[in-house]
């Protein structure tokens, strides 16, 4: 439940690197349609990031239009599908009463996505915040999407990929950012130290210093 705000403290570094598109994954129910509004919303050709969910997302992109996505970043993601414990408890959410009186995620909810040193007050409501601001009905729609494994597929992905993990998530293990690594065959994992599942809002610099260094090295993969 993250909009355009969760890139805010990047987005002066990363307009260093090249123009930037936001992809818009309020509207929709599944992974494959998210990729393929995606798709229809990018530019030509273009390198393509994505968090959390969102690496789901740009995978299935990458996957779809090999040749549109010049390089793929994918920070705090898996490869894994959902467990049964995830399943059963987004169903459980989907099914609640008084959606519509949806004002964003609990507070320990937004706690257990940060490093401890960055669980504070005025970043713990800026997340709740963005999910208030997409509401009941995208709340209950993104807890009916079913994340299934594509690990099997991840030898698909043509392109150079970044894998970025946090030391400190507690959603993501780097265990699965290995995973990325070992199956996506141009790929490098790197590990950013101190931040929590939200990289971006946590090491905004760390991160955007780490995509800035690997697009470098990578000729003609730059915007």
């Given at each position: 439940?993250?909009?355009?705000?969760?890139?805010?403290?990047?987005?002066?570094?990363l307009?260093?690197?090249g123009?930037?598109?936001?992809a818009d994954?309020?509207?929709d129910?599944s992974?494959?349609?998210?990729?393929?509004?995606l798709?229809?919303?990018?530019p030509?050709?273009?390198?393509l990031?994505?968090?959390s969910?969102g690496g789901?997302v740009?995978?299935e992109?990458a996957r779809?239009?090999?040749?549109r996505?010049?390089?793929?970043?994918?920070?705090?993601t898996s490869s894994?599908?959902d467990?049964?414990?995830q399943a059963q408890?987004?169903a459980?959410v989907a099914?609640a009463?008084?959606?519509?009186?949806?004002?964003?995620?609990?507070?320990?909810?937004?706690a257990s996505?940060?490093?401890?040193d960055?669980?504070?007050?005025?970043?713990i409501?800026?997340?709740?915040a963005?999910g208030d601001r997409?509401g009941g009905?995208?709340?209950?729609?993104?807890?009916?999407?079913v994340?299934y494994?594509d690990?099997e597929c991840?030898?698909d992905i043509?392109?150079?990929?970044?894998?970025?993990?946090?030391?400190?998530d507690r959603l993501?293990?780097l265990?699965?950012a290995q995973?990325?690594?070992?199956?996506?065959?141009q790929s490098?994992?790197i590990?950013?130290?101190g931040?929590g599942h939200?990289?971006?809002?946590?090491a905004?610099e760390s991160?955007?210093?780490?995509?800035?260094?690997w697009?470098g090295?990578?000729p003609?993969?730059?915007?």
């Amino acid at each position: 439940m993250l909009d355009r705000d969760l890139w805010t403290d990047a987005q002066h570094g990363l307009q260093g690197i090249g123009d930037l598109t936001y992809a818009d994954f309020s509207r929709d129910g599944s992974i494959e349609a998210m990729s393929g509004r995606l798709l229809d919303d990018a530019p030509e050709r273009f390198v393509l990031i994505g968090f959390s969910m969102g690496g789901y997302v740009a995978r299935e992109a990458a996957r779809r239009a090999p040749r549109r996505v010049l390089a793929l970043v994918l920070i705090a993601t898996s490869s894994r599908e959902d467990s049964d414990i995830q399943a059963q408890r987004m169903a459980a959410v989907a099914r609640a009463p008084n959606l519509s009186k949806f004002t964003g995620l609990s507070r320990r909810s937004i706690a257990s996505s940060l490093a401890a040193d960055h669980a504070d007050e005025a970043t713990i409501a800026r997340i709740r915040a963005m999910g208030d601001r997409l509401g009941g009905e995208v709340f209950q729609r993104q807890s009916n999407l079913v994340r299934y494994s594509d690990t099997e597929c991840l030898a698909d992905i043509s392109c150079p990929t970044l894998v970025i993990a946090a030391a400190e998530d507690r959603l993501r293990s780097l265990a699965e950012a290995q995973e990325l690594q070992e199956g996506i065959r141009q790929s490098t994992l790197i590990t950013i130290a101190g931040s929590g599942h939200m990289i971006p809002m946590e090491a905004p610099e760390s991160m955007v210093d780490a995509i800035a260094a690997w697009l470098g090295s990578l000729p003609g993969a730059s915007p």
